[in-house]
């Protein structure tokens, strides 16, 4: 079955934009989780998503937000972009959650440069 | 705050070798333990997992992991390294319903 899938693969901004960003679980997930990977900080938990409700939220900025449709499909939003939010962003889906599986799927991520 | 150690951000060994990667964790609970695997442009996939049923975690690729509680460690080993197993390795854990994910230690293989 297809895997997970985000888009866009690269984009580049500018700081002060904003940028939105999509992810679309494997079928039947109901679990999406965001992170952000940089070189210094490593792999970061920004939020996760079950049945269109927030479950979980890591300690970023307010400027850092995120939803669920009803097809589990997420998206998340970064406004007033600044340097320091170049990352790699990724998605990951699961079954159930962070439950008692913990096992995650992650597509291949979005790349953001912030000039 | 619960947390997952890796030493050594950086580990190289000659193709053929030993890989030891060294992951330890921060819990008055026993965790669940992973390990992920990330190539290069790629995201992570999972390597192996711990969910108490046994010490010794066999996963994919010839890896394994044994969970130590006295030691609070769950160290990735491979016999023999192959040139396709150089990549970027995170040992994650899960608390509740939080994931910690380690800094990752990346694998350099030397032919």
């Known amino acids: 079955k297809a895997g997970v899938t985000q888009t866009p693969r690269y984009l580049i901004k500018t700081r002060g934009q904003q940028v939105t960003l999509s992810c679309s679980p494997i079928?039947?997930?109901?679990?999406v989780s965001w992170y952000q990977q940089t070189p210094g900080q490593g792999l970061q938990f920004l939020f996760e998503?079950?049945?269109?409700?927030?479950?979980n939220k890591g300690n970023f900025p307010g400027r850092f937000s995120g939803r669920q449709f009803s097809n589990s499909r997420s998206e998340m939003n970064v406004s007033t972009l600044e340097l320091g939010d170049s990352a790699l962003y990724l998605c990951a889906s699961s079954l159930l959650g962070f439950t008692n599986t913990g096992e995650l799927f992650f597509g291949e991520g979005s790349r953001l440069t912030v000039l | 705050a619960q947390s997952v150690t890796q030493l050594g951000s950086h580990v190289s060994v000659s193709e053929g070798a030993l890989v030891l990667l060294r992951c330890n964790y921060s819990s008055s609970v026993p965790p669940y333990l992973f390990w992920y695997v990330q190539y290069p442009n790629q995201g992570l996939q999972l390597l192996l997992k711990y969910t108490s049923a046994a010490t010794l975690v066999k996963g994919i690729n010839g890896f394994e992991a044994e969970f130590k509680k006295s030691e609070t460690s769950f160290h990735l080993t491979k016999p023999s390294a192959h040139m396709s197993d150089a990549a970027e390795y995170f040992c994650?854990?899960?608390?509740?319903?939080?994931?910690?994910f380690g800094t990752g230690t990346s694998l350099t293989v030397i032919p």
């Open positions: 994650a854990v899960t608390y509740g319903n939080q994931f910690y």
């Open positions: 998503y079950f049945s269109e409700t927030q479950r």
């Open positions: 079928s039947g997930h109901r679990s």
